[in-house]
């Protein structure tokens, strides 16, 4: 991650696309009105580079699904509205790298809402997190193992499911950010990090979705940055795969709010966590950090507590595919 404020314009990309030979009634024809709907306010369509035969369009009669999709959200009237929505009782929560830093935090605001919570972490616990999370009454499990294994991410949801019952929430926080050089940035620092921050984050999704689809309900929440939307110097692993996961939360998002599952992401800005610990220790780097948040200090874990209850909670049942800056305003200046 940089530590130098940055003013990024996302420019508005022309995509060069070839379709097929482009000749109606041939498969180039149907890539042609994909590329209308993919591309609808564009004056002509791009050209394709991708062989058209590798394009599948989503129909509802095509759906993998064996599930109907859900035919809408119950009405809910003005009356009906309740802080009560924003309790998770009787939900149960995985949150990934839920032992420390603002997993932790995750996992305590989940608990104290009244969620049970399932931590899956390469860190040890050394009980600081389940005497937090018992102290609020409910039940945390924990397990220690890394996410990049094959396999590890189908233990941990059905470690949940089997745990408490089901899986509710999702919360992948679990990430890493190795700083270095473009000369010494590799594919030993690249590969690391695509592994736990996008892949991992995917296919903890993925295996939720075998429960949250046939219960009609889920909460998935993906932990992106404020280098979702910004470059960074010295880590572009760390930009491509928080910019990969804020692409993921909009996909998955797509296709599963018609079975009431809201799939979004929260983006914080700079927490003093141990992520942070080479910006925050280099005076220099520091106070860049300060100079560009306008609200003139570091954020703390506690600070994403509440914004990640409301995302796990009913009261967002509305809310879809967003990526939710808590970044004490880093990203407007
Ligand atoms: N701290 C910040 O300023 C900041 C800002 C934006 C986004 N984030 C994101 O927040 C998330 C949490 O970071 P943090 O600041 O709490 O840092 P942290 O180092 O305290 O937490 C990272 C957690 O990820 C877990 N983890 C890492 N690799 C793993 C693996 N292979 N398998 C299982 N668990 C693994 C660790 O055990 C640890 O619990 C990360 O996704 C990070 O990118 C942090």
Known sequence: MSAVPRFVSIASAWFRIRVGTGSPGDSGGCSLLLIERLFPTLSSPPRLTIPSHHIVIPTPSSSPHPHPPKAGTPSVDITDFHPRLF??????AIVTGGNTGLG???????AKAGANVFVASALADDGTTRALVEATGRRMEFLKADLTEPGVPRQVVRGC???FGSVDILVNSAGIA????????GRAEWDPMVAINLTAAFELSHEATS???PQRSGKIINIAS????????WSPAYAATKHGIAGFTKAYCDELAQYNIQVNALAPGYFATRITEATRTDPESNQR????IPAARWGEAADLMGAVVFLASRASDYIN????????GYLVR
């Open 87 to 92: 309790s998770l009782d009787g939900r149960n």
């Open 104 to 110: 932790q935090a995750f996992s305590l605001a989940l």
């Open 321 to 328: 595919g967003v990526v939710l800056p808590v970044d004490g």
């Open 211 to 213: 429960f949250m689809i």
């Open 226 to 233: 404020v280098f979702s939307v910004l470059g960074g110097r």
């Open 161 to 163: 499911v089997e745990a």
């Open 178 to 185: 190795t700083l270095a050089t473009v000369e010494e940035f």
């Open 289 to 292: 950090v300060l100079d560009h």
